[in-house]
């Protein structure tokens, strides 16, 4: 399954928002190699509204497990105090499901760079794909969460500032901040490039 | 005594089963994300799961639906 493809089914739905649930579910049932999306809440001493995504082999215990993988999400439980912050903190790391090859961190040695990558913040032209695929995803989450069919209706209104960024927030159910990017041109040239031509 | 880091290497890709295919974070809004404290936050979040304490949740968009 290509990103495009999941993106097809929101676009298909009659109305938005589009839930994360029902993103997990087509995932679990059309990726060849995800057999479901686990999503998990833990605590840590001090919150934060951190997650992170983890694609693994956990379980091992069906006969078939060898055909698929499990992704997780893993939250701390202070990203809940605000849905609609959850969904699309949620939605961005299921993303990462569509990582490249050459983004994926499947060794020691990837996950120890990775780490010092968030931590340096290094300048763009010193990013590695790893570090590159934050972006991507975040506007993956923005595109799936926010079709270009739904999405078009309104840009009109919000340039001409007859809507603003709170009304967005409420018809796609995502945070009032990712509003304003939704709803830039550059919307169109992300969404050529992570779905293809309209 | 390992460090964090080590400690979460050592948690996601061991020498036998079980191995990571792929990590990433999330660092909402945290400029100063520390390699040592994502690393403690994975240690924490994979013994939580491990011992069953991590809660699954099984519907996020539970808030979109009216309740009746």
Same mark, same amino acid.
């Not at chain 1, 699309?88 to 993303?95: I, Q, V």
């Not at chain 1, 983004?103 to 780490?115: H, P, S």
């Not at chain 2, 390992?2 to 945290?30: H, S, Y």
């Given at each position: 399954?290509?990103?495009?493809?999941?993106?097809?089914?929101?676009?298909?739905?009659?109305?938005?928002?589009?839930?994360?649930?029902?993103?997990?579910?087509?995932?679990?049932?059309?990726?060849?190699?995800?057999?479901?999306?686990?999503?998990?809440?833990?605590?840590?001493?001090?919150?934060?509204?951190?997650?992170?995504?983890?694609?693994?082999?956990?379980?091992?215990?069906?006969?078939?497990?060898?055909?698929?993988?499990?992704?997780?999400?893993?939250?701390?439980?202070?990203?809940?105090?605000?849905?609609?912050?959850?969904?699309?903190?949620?939605?961005?790391?299921?993303?990462?499901?569509?990582?490249?090859?050459?983004?994926?961190?499947?060794?020691?040695?990837?996950?120890?760079?990775?780490?010092?990558?968030?931590?340096?913040?290094?300048?763009?032209?010193?990013?590695?794909?790893?570090?590159?695929?934050?972006?991507?995803?975040?506007?993956?989450?923005?595109?799936?969460?926010?079709?270009?069919?739904?999405?078009?209706?309104?840009?009109?209104?919000?340039?001409?500032?007859?809507?603003?960024?709170?009304?967005?927030?409420?018809?796609?159910?995502?945070?009032?901040?990712?509003?304003?990017?939704?709803?830039?041109?550059?919307?169109?040239?992300?969404?050529?490039?992570?779905?293809?031509?309209? | 005594?390992?460090?964090?880091?080590?400690?979460? !290497?050592?948690?996601?890709?061991?020498?036998?089963?079980?191995?990571?295919?792929?990590?990433?974070? @999330?660092?909402?809004? $945290? %400029?100063?994300?520390?390699?040592?404290?994502? !690393?403690?936050?994975?240690?924490?979040?994979?013994?939580?799961?491990?011992?069953?304490?991590?809660? @699954?949740?099984?519907? $996020? %968009?539970?808030?979109?639906?009216?309740?009746?």
């Amino acid at each position: 399954m290509q990103f495009a493809e999941l993106y097809s089914y929101a676009a298909g739905l009659p109305k938005p928002p589009v839930g994360f649930d029902f993103l997990r579910r087509l995932i679990g049932a059309r990726h060849p190699e995800i057999g479901r999306v686990d999503v998990y809440e833990v605590e840590y001493p001090t919150p934060t509204r951190q997650a992170h995504f983890r694609l693994g082999e956990r379980d091992r215990t069906s006969p078939y497990s060898d055909e698929f993988s499990i992704a997780e999400i893993i939250y701390c439980h202070a990203l809940k105090a605000d849905a609609r912050e959850l969904r699309y903190a949620l939605t961005k790391e299921m993303m990462h499901i569509f990582d490249a090859p050459e983004a994926v961190v499947d060794t020691r040695e990837k996950f120890e760079a990775l780490l010092r990558e968030i931590q340096n913040r290094p300048l763009p032209a010193d990013a590695s794909t790893m570090m590159q695929s934050e972006l991507d995803t975040r506007w993956m989450a923005a595109i799936i969460l926010c079709p270009k069919n739904f999405r078009d209706q309104y840009v009109a209104d919000y340039k001409a500032q007859k809507i603003a960024s709170f009304d967005i927030a409420e018809i796609f159910d995502i945070p009032e901040w990712v509003a304003p990017f939704v709803m830039d041109d550059y919307y169109d040239v992300a969404f050529t490039r992570l779905v293809g031509t309209p | 005594m390992l460090n964090q880091i080590e400690r979460a !290497a050592a948690m996601l890709f061991p020498d036998q089963g079980g191995r990571t295919l792929n990590i990433k974070f @999330l660092c909402g809004g $945290v %400029d100063n994300a520390d390699a040592q404290t994502l !690393a403690e936050q994975v240690v924490r979040a994979e013994v939580q799961i491990r011992a069953g304490s991590a809660r @699954l949740v099984t519907d $996020v %968009d539970s808030h979109l639906t009216p309740a009746t």
